[in-house]
């Protein structure tokens, strides 16, 4: 365990949002984890468990402890059809990937340049270009912090859906979790459903060509949190009735629209596209000119001016749509984590 001597966590989320804690400890260990949240309960501070911050708001100073989890370590095993990987929670995910890629492990390659740590993928079951963390994982170990107990979630106990999994729900507070579990077959199979990757034969494309064009891709289309502060792609994409869906393609045949057996998943990024809000700004908070999903920290924005942003192109589209778009970055308040529909709405 280790303390941080600052209490400023703007380098600690990719919004880049100036806001202080009372105290900023790393956990190493499950121990160190463990101590961090008893010291902080025994001060009555509330708790923020942060990995790379690359999907949080904070909307204004944080009253409580903030533990960074730092917990590394990867183990591989293998079994006659799969690789087994356990991976310590504080493990940067894309450098997992590229690890993992240099010894011919793959399956991976879709989920490349996804900012964060390895601990937090199954919380929003993160995906990109065809692949959801569900796909890979075998197991989620956590801690209940209260009673130090360890416990393990098989993936299908994890209630894994779009943006979604149960760590957001029944496990809401109290638990860290420190390891995943992930499998990955020896007989690779490439996913090239999605863009620029359905180039590709699937007779003769390899790991290492999905990887580089993942990555180019995703250089080419986001902001790279380092250069322009942001938290990819702030609103989830609308899950709407078959009804709505139609409606709006016979208005706009253009429309993004990805069909499921009861539903219709539309592009949040081409809605605020329509809405003519690319560039628009309220103080320093923006949305990205060329990428409508993304909003913006161009210096010195709040937490504030980015949920005034978020509001208004909240209300532009529902107003255009009949849409209500929900964020897919959590917001933080002073004492923890607070309702972001609400904040918006
Ligand atoms: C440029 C950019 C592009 C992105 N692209 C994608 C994409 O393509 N697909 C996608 O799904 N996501 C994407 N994201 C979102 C983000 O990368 C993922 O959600 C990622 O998994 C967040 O990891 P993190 O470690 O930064 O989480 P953090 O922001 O640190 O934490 C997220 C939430 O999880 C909680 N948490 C963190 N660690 C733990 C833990 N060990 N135990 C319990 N709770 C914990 C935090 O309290 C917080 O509520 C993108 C973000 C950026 C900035």
Not at 15 to 20: G, H, V
Not at 125 to 149: M, P, Q, R, S, W
Request: proline share 3%.
């Amino acid at each position: 365990m280790s303390v941080c001597q600052s209490t400023q966590l703007k380098a600690f989320n990719t919004f880049s949002i100036s806001a202080r804690a009372e105290h900023i400890g790393i956990a190493t260990s499950i121990e160190s984890l463990l101590s961090l949240w008893q010291e902080a309960m025994r001060k009555d501070h509330p708790i923020l468990l942060l990995g790379g911050g690359s999907n949080i708001l904070l909307t204004e100073n944080f009253n409580g402890t903030v533990i960074l989890n730092r917990i590394l370590g990867i183990d591989i095993k293998e079994s006659d059809t799969a690789w087994h990987i356990h991976v310590g929670a504080g493990e940067n995910w894309h450098e997992l990937i590229t690890h993992l890629l240099k010894q011919q492990i793959h399956g991976l390659e879709n989920l490349a340049l996804i900012p964060g740590n390895v601990g937090s993928a199954p919380i929003q079951n993160i995906g990109a270009y065809g692949i959801e963390f569900k796909h890979v994982c075998e197991y989620v170990d956590f801690v209940e912090l209260k009673t130090g107990n360890s416990i393990r979630l098989m993936t299908n106990e994890c209630q894994f859906a779009y943006r979604d999994s149960i760590f957001k729900h029944q496990y809401k507070d109290g638990y860290a979790i420190t390891a995943v579990g992930l499998r990955l077959n020896k007989e690779w199979e490439p996913t090239l459903t999605y863009g620029g990757l359905a180039q590709f034969s699937r007779e003769d494309v390899t790991p290492e060509q999905i990887f580089n064009t993942v990555c180019e891709m995703r250089q080419s289309k986001l902001p790279d949190p380092a250069v322009m502060a942001n938290a990819g792609s702030f609103f989830k994409n609308p899950i709407v009735s078959t009804e709505l869906a139609q409606k709006i393609q016979s208005e706009y045949p253009d429309c993004p629209q990805y069909h499921n057996e009861h539903s219709v998943k539309i592009a949040a990024g081409w809605l605020i596209d329509q809405c003519h809000l690319k560039g628009y700004s309220i103080g320093d908070a923006a949305v990205h000119t060329k990428q409508a999903l993304v909003l913006i920290n161009k210096g010195n924005a709040t937490g504030q001016d980015i949920v005034t942003l978020a509001a208004y192109v909240h209300n532009k589209v529902a107003e255009k749509f009949n849409i209500f778009l929900e964020p897919e970055v959590r917001f933080i308040g002073s004492e923890g984590e607070i309702d972001a529909v609400e904040c918006i709405s």
